[in-house]
């Protein structure tokens, strides 16, 4: 396989996909470059990539670019966990004020924009804001943070801030459309396809491989998930539980559910069809 640039969202959401390839479980000659959500987003759209999860709203507004690896997504069936709003009262009662959202992600901000428009009828004000949650929370009503910060901050609000409101995304959005959230999908260049289609066949293969090594060996994965978090174990395997990276009917009805709201909310400018390998 000729070498290939592979993004690696670095949050514990991933370590299921990509603990086979890190570990040389399976002989591939790819070179991993790790980095949040945004920034893989960003080095793929530029050609910095030729693989990469990305943040579903980005394959929205770029979907003549890119197509969709089958079978794999990030997604979950109502509560998350790592996609959290703290907040100094509950989400409803946030009319007129602020709230800073993190930097390092862009499909959970479309999200959290949909919830408070469609689902809890609030106006808010949002600001970009680095993922510190003390810093967020000193300028601001809420926060929205992602990934390993946000089930980390959790933890340190458990144990020192009861009074801070916690507000999981993933199961306000099960509420809301009674669908899962699919919150990325891995993707290749569409030009790449076009001119290199036996590579995108093997990379296709390849990652449902690692991702059948990874569920196969959750010992490993919490292992890892711990070493890199210091989470408790029990914590990493109930959200090993969580994760899904699958992309069945459900998670495309799913998906396409998230654009309609996008749509609705003229975040993206059309209705948006999937287009993925092999279909």
């Given at each position: 396989m000729t070498r290939l640039r592979v993004g690696q969202v670095e949050y514990l959401n991933c370590i299921p996909v990509y603990?086979?390839?890190?570990?040389?479980?399976?002989?591939?000659?790819?070179?991993?470059?790790?980095?949040?959500?945004?920034?893989?987003?960003?080095?793929?759209?530029?050609?910095?990539?030729?693989?990469?999860?990305?943040?579903?709203?980005?394959?929205?507004?770029?979907?003549?670019?890119?197509?969709i690896i089958p079978n794999m997504s990030i997604s979950a069936d109502g509560n998350v966990e790592s996609i959290l709003l703290f907040s100094h009262c509950p989400p409803t009662e946030l009319e007129g004020k602020t709230v800073n959202v993190t930097t390092s992600s862009a499909t959970s901000v479309v999200l959290l924009?949909?919830?408070?428009?469609?689902?809890?009828h609030v106006q808010v004000e949002f600001h970009r804001s680095e993922p510190n949650l003390d810093a967020m929370l000193a300028s601001a009503d809420a926060a929205l943070l992602i990934g390993d910060d946000a089930m980390l901050a959790h933890q340190a609000v458990m144990q020192n801030k009861p009074d801070i409101n916690v507000t999981d995304l993933g199961k306000e959005w099960k509420n809301f459309t009674g669908e899962k959230m699919v919150y990325?999908?891995?993707?290749?260049?569409?030009?790449?396809?076009?001119?290199?289609?036996?590579?995108?066949?093997?990379?296709?293969?390849?990652?449902?491989?690692?991702?059948?090594?990874?569920?196969?060996?959750?010992?490993?994965?919490?292992?890892?998930?711990?070493?890199?978090?210091h989470l408790p174990h029990s914590l990493l395997n109930h959200y090993f539980d969580t994760i899904h990276h699958d992309l069945g009917e459900s998670e495309r009805r799913a998906l396409l559910t998230y654009y309609d709201y996008a749509y609705k909310s003229g975040i993206i400018e059309e209705r948006i069809k999937l287009t993925i390998w092999g279909e």
């Open positions: 603990h086979a390839l890190e570990d040389g479980l399976l002989d591939a000659d790819i070179e991993l470059i790790k980095g949040p959500p945004t920034k893989l987003n960003n080095m793929f759209l530029n050609g910095e990539l030729d693989i990469t999860p990305i943040s579903s709203i980005e394959y929205a507004k770029y979907k003549d670019k890119c197509i924009r949909i919830l408070f428009e469609h689902y809890y990325a999908v891995w993707v290749v260049h569409a030009e790449l396809a076009e001119n290199n289609p036996e590579i995108v066949e093997q990379i296709s293969r390849l990652f449902n491989q690692a991702k059948a090594i990874g569920l196969a060996n959750r010992d490993d994965l919490v292992n890892k998930g711990h070493k890199r978090s």
